[in-house]
């Protein structure tokens, strides 16, 4: 395959294009590709006789006239044509016309052509094909629509008012529904009106229609015509139209034969890009793409350049799960070309190549050493290759490698070096800032520009480019040009303008913000004089995290006049919007949190949901403000309930948890929409949604017992029987006792049992997962069984079933029956190194968070999912780093490294662990982290912490707390009145108690934080157990002591009087596992007793060391160490009374144990979550 792509790479497309399109286009007998479809549609047209001879007298019959518009040279010919013979012509002439002029159409429109457009004779054309738009005939339309669709995809503006295009739909629906298009006039029809943004609806019923009634009616043509189209409107497809891709894919796979390998590769990439996974009737990968996935790993080697960027082109669109050994093997190909044969790679091919490979996740792109290979050899062909040395091409490249954060030197400098030999004076905006911001010297390029005083002759939007890009360099050489720059700037009409060109540009300074500001107030005194879509769409592109504020005065000025109409409109910019950034999110929400609820058209926030995916790429940045607007629809679902099923919603789920955002608002209108379901009845496709909603903990028990009831009989998986089954005894522990659903457990465990008993490896492994998930008492039935199938055959499966089976387990099973699982935890932590090499960051963070869950506290496991977070953790992001020490937290691993590591990156750029500060402030509370690293770090990021959202500064008072730094009371001073929320936002008992005691003269703050609290304040209880053990000690000292005394709300342990000595006895559950280091609330409750007993020395008896004494004397010494002072002066010490062991219980409560530990925390984290 290598060796045949050495060839054929460099010559295959370029020897065979032309032949093959011109053969397509004249052959009715060989099938058409992709590249094909625009020109291909309409074979009947004569061809163009390219005679230089041209005449355009008035033609004397209508056969002249044909024949004369048929052969048209050019496009000025045609229109010549026309012009002199307009009066002559009927509909037929001027659709004619109008369609030998598209099709006279070859790649990008020149400006020659751009400007004939926009002549009267050429629009006297237009406005006559437009005129009897009702007597066109059938074919006539087909041509018109065509001709329409070939203006709008190049780009070029053509004088057709709405009313034109809706008499031309309406005419056609009319011929549709006279059934007097044919299926291959139908799939034209489709292909032109998804260029146009029409409805559709009815062209689809007709296709579906016929290809229910003859499969065979497909093409390789007709198929790929109608899955362009279908792609290209990806975002906005109607429930018929994913019908009709599932009658498609259904019979494409019966006809694969008939297609080449670059065929395939665009079906590939075409099916990929319908996003099927988020998407009915089937919400998953099409089987075609795994069909297809090693048909063109075999059949590469004749593969066309266009046929490998289909396949890299695909991979943007596959989940993660989809196998990448197919674009690995595509890699590796083009990159063993490049290093022992680049002469026969294009540079087209090169740079679509690096383009296409660079838009794809960072574990599907090149790696570093591989993409210095091809940036090398892109940068040996920048300064001698005009394709490679184009400015736009240059301008992509750059672009691209800032986006990536890498700095290629040899490219940067070829860009300089071409540049500085060009022989006129050239000025491009967006190259010379890449070029600075990338750190190139472009010094000497700038000087050359003044000099030639090219800077005088600048456009606006260049000359405004140009002032930023000397803001950027800050080059005291350039200092009065620079001032000038603003002066001419800000004299000039339109500032807003220019704030819009400068809010587009890569630079951001000080500087530009400043005239950024400007401009939003110049944009301000224009409300009402531009159109409303305009104006809102200006000031969202000004908008950043450093312009908001300015932002939302221009919108509390202006609210009043903030209508449904203009919030439609906001919304629209949205829509359209590229790239929706986290601050122009939060713009959007702030905006509609100032205007009633009522004005808000709730359809169209749903359309934004659907239609612009970009609104969930910034993930766990976003998760905040999109929390907001679904809150907006949850709060309103009654008005939308009826008209947006749960379809909606649940796509929107699935592309919120491909981009790892959990939203607790959008599972509450899942829960609102899926109760219309329980409540109007199930359909057929409904059991997919009902998977979802048990699998995401989104159902009770009663919704789950009527899914089951309903579906119970046409499920044929017994795993997802399992699963539904298992889901509604954890929800209702006593339907296991109901006669039915005890039947039913017992018979779909029997069913899976069975498959443990066929010795394959492979499918035992899923059946033992879901075994594994039954009710306790079925796993202790039969623990040896499960045991025994767990030892032999973990070995056979691959990383997908270990953490199947590590996923199986459920804290409601495992709570009360530890031993009983721990023989499966060991056994799967043993064999853990056998996949982890196969993990993935995502896979190792389950794994860790599922045995957390779990209470398993083996620290073997742990440390091997350290080493392997360790090695990835430049790739983890800041949410999955908040859930790892989350995880850590939950069992007490206080990794000091780790947790010092992710506080100190959220301490230095908080803006981006702005969603995910409180879990990370809570863990580390948690813990008790006090390293001196932190406590520098964190005093410096409160004196710069201005903005923080009211729960990550309750968290970061909490946390604050127990570093008991020295200015800690000014602090506080400073943070606690920001905590001005009436809204319960956690749970704070600890804090509560603290403040009441060592902050006495400051009510404030305890009010402050009861307004937010879940709870009230922690009462400090002593340990009964623990207490009576000490003093049996303490007696046999003749230590006078008391034991539960309280100190105005606390209660201490025990206190020794004589000695003004408090005992506070520290249990497993409040040290971390190392049995070493407090806790935070530990902490946190011995200063608490401090200020509660002034005068008092608080002294830490650490239970389980304790209990791990073996004899009585070194218990003695154990209380001495920690400041008890024996009275027992004879030296001889009466033990009779002291129990020479600790019962079970006695040892569970001094040492507590894991299930103790783990139930603690796992109650805590359900109240919290």
Known sequence: MQSFFLKKISSHFAKNASLLSNALLHSPSVSMNASSLAMGLYDSVPRRNFSEKSSFERVTSYETLVARISNANDHNDLVNIATQNLSLFKNEHVVLTLRIFARLMKGSPTAELQELVKDDRFKA?????????????????????????????????????????????????????????????????????????????????????????DGKILTSFTTLQLLQALSKNSHSLSQREYILIDLILRNVSEMLAEFDTDQKANIFKLVASLNLQFSPPRYRVPYLLYTLRPQLKESFDSASEKGVLHVIQAYKYLPKEFPSDLINDVKDMVLLTIQHSSSNIKSFFLL?????????????????????????????????????????????????????????????????????????????????????????????????????????????????????????????????????????????????????????????????????????????????????????????????????????????????????????????????????????????????????????????????????????????????????????????????????????????????????????????????????????????????????????????????????????????????????????????????????????????????????????????????????????????????????????????????????????????????????????????????????????????????????????????????????????????????QARALLAFARVGIRHEEIFERILLKMFNSSQNYRENMRTILDSAFRVGLDTQNVKDAITKFVENSKGERQDNTAALIQYLAILELGNEKEIFENLIPRLKSENKLGYFGSILTFLKAVYPDKPEYLEAFKRISNEGEEKIKNVSKATASIADYLKAMNVEHQEGVEFGDVKADIVIPSKKLVIQIVTSRDLTLDQYHLKGAAILKKRTLEASAPGNTVVLFNAPEFVRLVDHMSKINYLISIGVESNNTSGVYDFSHIKTEATEEEEGELAQPEKVEVEATEEEDQKKH
């Open 352 to 880: 679509e190549f690096f383009l296409s490979i660079s838009d794809l996740t960072k574990r599907r792109r090149l790696g570093d050493e591989k993409l210095k290979v091809v940036l090398d050899e892109i940068a040996n062909r920048i300064t001698h290759d005009d394709f490679m040395g184009r400015y736009n091409n240059i301008q992509k490249i750059l672009a691209t490698l800032f986006d990536l954060k890498i700095q290629n030197q040899a490219i940067l400098n070829a860009v300089v070096e071409k540049l500085s030999k060009q022989p006129e004076t050239f000025y491009h905006a967006n190259i010379f800032e890449l070029l600075a911001l990338q750190k190139a010297d472009i010094t000497p390029l700038l000087e050359k520009l003044f000099e030639s005083n090219i800077v005088d002759r600048l456009d606006h939007r260049s000359l405004t480019l140009f002032y930023s890009l000397l803001t950027y360099l800050q080059n005291p050489k350039f200092d009065e040009h620079e001032q000038k720059l603003l002066e001419k700037l800000e004299a000039e009409s339109d500032l807003y303008k220019k704030g819009f060109w400068l809010a587009n540009s890569h630079i951001k300074t000080h500087k530009t913000r400043d005239l950024i500001v400007k401009a939003m107030k110049d944009l301000e005194t224009r409300f009402g004089q531009i159109s409303d879509y305009d104006f809102f769409y200006n000031l969202t592109t000004m908008t950043t995290f450093y312009t908001i504020d300015t932002a939302m005065e221009t919108v509390e000025k202006i609210k009043g006049q903030i209508d449904t109409q203009k919030i439609s409109n906001i919304l629209d910019v949205y829509i359209n919007m590229d790239e929706v950034s986290a601050d122009k999110l939060s713009f959007l929400v702030q905006t509609l949190q100032t205007v009633d609820n009522e004005a808000i058209p709730l359809k169209k926030l749903v359309k934004l949901f659907r239609e612009n995916d970009s609104i969930f790429a910034e993930g766990y940045r976003s998760a905040h403000n999109l929390s907001s607007l679904f809150n907006i629809l949850s709060k309103n679902f009654d008005k939308i309930g009826d008209e947006i099923k749960f379809q909606t919603f649940y796509i929107l789920a699935l592309k919120a948890n491909s981009h790892n955002i959990k939203l607790g608002s959008l599972n509450g209108l899942l829960r609102k929409s899926f109760d219309k379901i329980l409540t109007n009845g199930f359909q057929n496709y409904d059991l997919t949604h009902s998977e979802y909603m048990i699998e995401n903990n989104l159902l009770n028990a009663a919704g789950i017992q009527k899914v089951w009831e309903h579906f119970r009989e046409s499920i044929r998986d017994p795993a997802l029987k399992a699963k539904i089954l298992t889901a509604l005894v954890r929800k209702n522990p006593k339907a296991a006792t109901e006669e039915a659903i005890q039947r039913d457990l017992k018979e779909v465990f029997s069913t899976l049992e069975s498959k443990l008993q066929e010795g394959n490896g492979k499918a035992a492994l899923p059946a033992l997962a879901s075994l594994l998930s039954f009710p306790s008492e079925y796993v202790s039935e039969n623990k040896d069984t499960l045991f025994k199938a767990l030892k032999e055959y973990i070995g056979f499966g691959n990383s997908q079933d270990y953490l199947r089976i590590v996923n199986a387990f459920s804290w409601e099973f495992v709570k009360n029956n530890f031993s009983l699982y721990s023989q499966f935890f060991r056994e799967l932590s043993k064999n853990y190194s056998l996949f982890n090499k196969r993990f993935q960051s995502t896979d190792v963070l389950s794994i860790l968070e599922k045995f957390s869950s779990l209470g398993y506290r083996n620290i073997s496991i742990y440390n091997s999912i350290i080493a392997d977070l360790g090695s990835g953790f430049n790739y983890l992001r800041p949410d999955e």
């Open 125 to 213: 054309i237009v406005e006559k094909a437009l005129e009897n738009i009702e007597q066109l005939t059938e074919y006539e339309t087909l041509d018109l629509v065509f001709s329409i669709r070939k203006f709008r995809s190049n780009r070029l503006p053509i004088s057709v008012k709405e009313e034109r295009i809706a008499a031309l739909i309406e005419r056609i629906n009319q011929f549709i529904k006279a059934k007097t298009y044919n299926f291959r006039n139908l799939a034209n029809l489709y292909y032109d009106l998804s260029f146009l943004n029409r409805f559709r609806g009815d062209i689809v019923n007709e296709l579906i229609n016929e290809i229910k009634n």
